[in-house]
Every structure is written in structure tokens, then in C-alpha cells.
């Protein structure tokens, strides 16, 4: 269950398999542990997306917590994420996060650059 609306999130969506991956990836770090994905600029296409293990907390954070899983979003990166499905992929390829978002006019092959 995410903690916030989906009008209060700007709809972002953590799906139920990135949920259990962050939930397993966070048994094995300090309680009170979660994912923070961020927007940086770089990357191939001008943009990339970061993904930090943190225990610090900010009041402004997005938080989206489901099934045991909390994932934190800056104000900032907010901003470039509205509307994107935070989901995780496992095929033949590897193992990854997958961020779709609508906002993004192209991305890059690795998966993690994008620009507006």
C-alpha cells in the first residue's frame, strides 16, 4: 500500500515485483533502510537515474511504501518522474530496475539515461 495518493505521488507506481526486490534487497541492510531513486543530469542521453541504499530521510520525500518495501523520491527528481512505473525485470538479459517514464522523449539502451 503506498503511504501518499496517487495525485499527491504525480501517479508513480511501484509495482508489486520492484516491491518484493527492494523488500529482499533490504533484508540484508540496517533496519529503517530504503531505496532512493534520484535524477542526475549525465548519462548518454542527458539525464540518468540513481538508486542509493540510504537511511536518512527528508520531510519532502516522496515515500511509496508496499509489501514491506520503501522507496524515497526527492522533490527535485519529482519533478522528472511524474507519472512513471517503477517496476524490475529479470530475463535472458539480466536483472534490473525498469523506469518508465512518459516524460522522457528518449532513453538510452543502457536503461538508466533519458532526456526531456
Do not use: H, W
Request: charged letters at 20%; a negative charge; proline letters at 3%.
Amino acid at each position: 500500500m503506498e503511504t501518499a495518493t496517487q495525485e499527491a505521488t504525480g501517479d508513480v507506481v511501484l509495482t508489486e515485483r520492484a516491491a518484493r526486490r527492494v523488500a529482499k534487497i533490504m533484508q540484508s541492510e540496517q533496519p529503517g533502510s530504503a531505496l532512493r531513486i534520484s535524477v542526475n543530469g549525465g548519462g548518454c542521453s542527458g539525464f540518468q537515474y540513481a538508486f542509493d541504499i540510504v537511511q536518512d530521510r527528508a520531510d519532502d520525500d516522496l515515500t511509496l511504501e508496499r509489501d514491506g518495501a520503501t522507496v524515497l523520491i526527492d522533490p527535485v527528481s519529482l519533478e522528472y518522474m511524474k507519472g512513471c512505473k517503477i517496476d524490475f525485470v529479470d530475463n535472458l538479459i539480466g536483472q534490473s530496475f525498469q523506469i518508465d517514464n512518459p516524460n522522457a522523449t528518449a532513453s538510452c539502451g543502457c536503461g538508466t539515461s533519458f532526456s526531456m
